[in-house]
């Protein structure tokens, strides 16, 4: 194996747009785990806002 040869799997061969980074796309695609990360985040704000109500007016 050449030494100077690089491993280039992980390169990005067509970049994705912003437009196209926020479309809806099910499946594992790069726009379904933005989607995923910002869910998740959205669920842990609701979680932890209504813990915090609830433990100052009703605690």
């Known amino acids: ?3 100077h040869q690089e491993n280039n799997s ?3 061969v067509n970049p994705v747009t912003r437009g196209e980074l926020n479309s809806w ?3 594992f695609t790069p ?3 933005i989607w995923n990360g910002r869910m998740a985040m ?3 704000f609701v979680g932890i806002s ?3 109500f609830v ?3 009703f605690g």
């Open 50 to 52: 209504s813990l915090v």
């Open 31 to 33: 726009q379904a785990e």
């Open 55 to 57: 433990n100052l007016f």
């Open 25 to 27: 796309r099910r499946g």
């Open 42 to 44: 959205f669920g842990l």
């Open 10 to 12: 992980f390169e990005v």
């Open 1 to 3: 194996m050449d030494s």
